[in-house]
Structures are given as C-alpha cells and as structure tokens.
C-alpha cells in the first residue's frame, strides 16, 4: 500500500521560508517522478513542482526561483523548499506519486495522493 505523508506546513510571515517534506512507502521510490500540488481556499488544485525519477525538474512558472523540489531516494522523500513566500501561496500542499518515471504537470497523470499540509502565509 502506496503511503505519503507530508510534514512541515506552519504559518509564516510574508517573506519567509518553509521547507515540506513528503515521505513515501510502499514503492520503489526511485522509480517513480514525484510532485507537489497545492490548493488554495475556493480554487482548483494546482501543479507547483515535479522530481523526475532520473532528477530533472519542472516548476510551475510563476514559482520559478522561489520554490525548489529535491528528492533524497535513499530517505524516500521528496521536500519543496519555499522562499520569498507571499499571502497568494497560502494553500494546502499535496505531494502525489507519479503513475511513471517522468511527469508533466496534469493531476491525473499522478495516482496516489498525500493528506496535505496547511501552508498559510500571512502579511
């Protein structure tokens, strides 16, 4: 049974940084690409960020620069480093497994799900 938990969701100033962390079970983490999504109150979820399994990286475009995905495959987690962080990226963040190797930003694309983690940032 696939597992995600995220952690490291808080409240923070404007300006700020937090670090989420995704730890995974029940995979071959190494295998698979992994993303963080994230959904603010009223809006649909939206793709923040993906970790090929070979490490290639994509981003959201309007979070280039700010936010940064790693993954340490020997921990089996995937963690979203956030800086500069402003009020608009106040949501619950989502970590999800890609269903291959390599993923584009599209939610069905992503076949289990973490339970999310408050992020609110405050101005």
């Known amino acids: 049974q696939v597992q995600l938990v995220e952690s490291g969701g808080g409240l923070v100033q404007a300006g700020g940084s937090l670090t989420l962390s995704c730890a995974a079970s029940g995979l071959t983490f190494s295998n698979y690409a992994m993303g963080w999504f994230r959904q603010a109150p009223g809006k649909e979820r939206e793709f923040v960020a993906v970790?090929?399994?070979?490490?290639?990286?994509d981003y959201a475009d309007s979070l280039k620069g700010r936010f940064t995905i790693s993954r340490d495959n020997a921990k089996n987690t995937v963690y979203l480093q956030m800086i500069s962080l402003k009020p608009e990226d106040t949501a619950v963040y989502y970590c999800a497994r890609c269903r291959w190797s390599i993923c584009s930003t599209r939610a069905y694309e992503y076949d289990y799900w973490g339970q999310g983690t408050q992020v609110t940032v405050s101005s």
């Open positions: 970790s090929w399994s070979a490490g290639n990286t």
